[in-house]
């Protein structure tokens, strides 16, 4: 039996035996993240989208292409208890934390979970030109390395979404942050070793 056809974990969607789902926990973050994704995304292991569900919550998808899409993006941009945005790493853009202290409240971050070219589209979609735009301050190496992409620089959804949240907390969310990010590295190496891929010192 092949690992690829061994039973996986409804979660981590890992091989059993390389589950990463013990002793962990759901992190609450006061933001909330509205993942623009598709179901044919969601069904790829390798995407990162769904492990951020699993471990943040207060994340919630909206289907792109299924019914009922727009109205959903229409109702998450005009509640009154967040300020909508879109984090995308293209200028011009300001800095989650200006957006908090401008409006007084927390945010809901629209976040493109797709492939780079499909997120460039849908970022030009009507519903979603008048939302302002944020960024994250520093941008390390990525350290996902099961997918391709334009440079190191451009990060996955988990990736992206956890330095945000890191910036937004400043240390409020350390504790939280070392053991999701651990996890994450677990993950990447599980799949990596599966595909027979190896990844060297310089890509932790």
Known sequence: MTKSSQERCIQCRLTIQDCICRDMSAFWVEHKITLLTSKREERIISNTGR??????????PVYMGENGWEEE?????????????????????????????????????????????????????????????????????????LRK????????????????MAE????GFDAAIIQINEKFKL????LARERGMSITATRP
């Not at 492990?51 to 919630?60: E, F």
């Not at 992409?149 to 945000?164: E, M, N, R, S």
């Not at 993950?187 to 599980?190: G, R």
Request: charged share 20%; proline share 10%.
């Open 168 to 171: 937004l907390r400043p240390g």
């Open 73 to 145: 993006i229409k109702s998450e941009i005009m509640r009154t208890d967040y300020t909508p945005v879109i984090l995308f790493p293209t200028p011009p853009v300001c800095y989650g934390q200006t957006m908090v202290e401008e409006t007084g409240k927390p945010l809901n971050i629209f976040v493109l979970d797709t492939s780079w070219k499909n997120a460039r589209r849908w970022l030009h979609k009507p519903l979603l030109l008048p939302v302002k735009k944020i960024g994250l301050k520093t941008t390390p190496p990525s350290v996902y390395h």
């Open 187 to 190: 993950w990447v190496k599980s």
């Open 149 to 164: 992409h334009p440079g190191q620089d451009y990060l996955c959804t988990f990736q992206a979404v956890t330095l945000l």
């Open 51 to 60: 492990l951020l569900r699993w471990m943040m919550k207060n994340v919630s």
